[in-house]
């Protein structure tokens, strides 16, 4: 078997002032935090795509990565891209994966034979997590790369391209269950529009929804216990994507009684393309009760497109591990980096660096917002804010037990009080740097 990490250490934690390249300065796998380590907290997984078949190409260049793994036989080269992950994901101590269908196995001349690839590529995968701790996270189909898509997949205006994505997903859903994965997204990439002047959105949004509802209908079937994810994302490749943010996706779900089966996996960079931040959208998810999984990335705010680079912003990675947190942490989720090094970073050493500095910013963060949660300043100044809902007319509202006719009342005999509080946002932005920075 080639080694293609051959000049990589095994990744270990060394502590903060550490100028080992190749160690962890915050990412401490075993460390204790409320009674859970590292490792079981943040459950970080390794992207297929970006890690093992991303080549560097973009709109304007050709590929400036060697990603052919020593052959040119499609098969061959897919089970190298097996032994280079599982090298990888072995010296980083990584303990989850995620793919795309045509991530792991090529695409044949028809589709029986796409279909044999796959399996044939799973059974390979499978006897390479015998004897690990390594699991699958989640699984997904692309149906969005295949000019069968232009027009959508469970969206599409021809039926037989609704039928390829369905026997495509079946057959995703299939990998997933054979490799024991806990979650299966759909990330629906053409799943909107360029203009209403040709789509019945009505009609769309219907067929979407019955393409999900079969695929959970197949799974259950299978015995997939696991979560099905809507992973929202506003924009790009389509001009309006039905998953445009969470508010977006909720709608759809409750509408279409999915919400039994289905929670999300945010993405920042997807969350920041919407115009909000990261924490919003998992704040969103949070108090729906359909946070789920996480792709752990952050965009560019000098670019308006998904850019996908791994996270270094320690103040975004605090503020999302504490909605987790605040969500109960994870489950069938964890956080995947869906990340890739930048077009000049085209070594096989660079991804190292690029995970090294994705881990150690979620572990900090992680870290951070435990200490926030431990001082308490914020949170005792958000529950004096909404202090006055704890008793009189306030608890009235809160346990609905009133009505416009008596608020009417309480404000015409002058109980209310015009006096307002300062939100004090830059006080409580200081705190948040006082812990981040000390």
């Known amino acids: 078997m080639n080694k293609f990490f051959k000049d990589m250490p095994e990744v270990k934690y060394e502590g903060p002032n550490s100028k080992n390249p190749f160690s962890y300065k915050f990412y401490d796998a075993e460390k204790i935090i409320d009674g859970k380590t590292m490792e079981e907290h943040l459950k970080f997984a390794m992207s297929w795509w970006h890690t093992l078949t991303a080549v560097g190409t973009d709109p304007f260049g050709e590929a400036t990565m060697d990603r052919t793994y020593g052959t040119e036989d499609p098969m061959l080269r897919a089970k190298a891209r097996v032994d280079a992950g599982f090298e990888f994901m072995t010296k980083m101590g990584i303990k989850y994966f995620c793919f795309h269908d045509v991530d792991i196995a090529p695409v044949g001349e028809t589709f029986e034979e796409t279909k044999k690839n796959l399996q044939e590529i799973v059974a390979y995968i499978k006897s390479k997590m015998e004897g690990t701790d390594i699991k699958l996270l989640w699984g997904t189909a692309n149906c969005f790369g295949d000019p069968r898509y232009m027009h959508g997949a469970g969206t599409s205006c021809r039926a037989d391209s609704f039928a390829h994505a369905a026997a495509q997903i079946k057959n995703a859903i299939d990998a ?3 490799l ?37 209908k197949y799974g ?24 445009y943010d969470t508010s977006t996706v909720l709608a759809f779900l409750r509408k279409y009684d999915l919400m039994d089966d289905f929670k999300l996996n945010i993405e920042a960079n997807h969350a920041t393309l919407a115009g909000h931040t990261f ?12 946070l789920g999984s ?44 869906d990340a890739k090094v930048r077009r000049p970073s085209f070594t096989y050493e660079d991804i190292v660096y690029g995970y090294i500095s994705g881990m150690d910013t979620f572990a900090l963060g992680l870290i951070k917002a435990y200490e926030l949660i431990e001082d308490g300043r914020i949170e005792e100044f958000v529950e ?8 009189g007319i306030g608890k009235k509202i809160v346990e609905d037990n009133t009505s416009l006719e008596e608020l009417e009342k309480y404000v015409l005999e002058g109980k209310d009080n015009s006096e307002v509080e300062s939100g004090r946002q830059e006080y409580l932005e200081n705190i948040l740097n006082q812990i981040i920075y000390k």
């Open 279 to 290: 924490n919003h959208d998992l704040a969103m998810a949070r108090i729906n009760g359909v």
């Open 384 to 391: 004096q804010r909404y202090s006055s809902y704890k008793d």
């Open 294 to 337: 996480v792709d752990a990335n952050q965009g560019d705010a000098h670019l308006g497109w998904d850019t996908d680079q791994f996270p270094t912003d320690v103040k975004d990675a605090t503020l999302a591990m504490l909605e987790i947190i605040k969500a109960g942490g994870f489950t069938n989720g964890g956080l995947n980096f």
């Open 176 to 178: 997933t269950v054979e």
């Open 180 to 216: 024991g994965g806990t979650g299966y997204v759909f990330w629906g990439g053409r799943e909107g529009y360029e203009t209403l002047l040709n789509t019945r959105m009505d009609f769309e949004l219907d067929n979407m929804a019955r393409l999900m509802k079969m695929a959970v």
């Open 220 to 243: 259950r079937s299978k015995g997939f216990k696991g979560d099905f994810y809507i992973e929202p994302k506003p924009k790009e490749p389509t001009k309006h994507q039905y998953d």
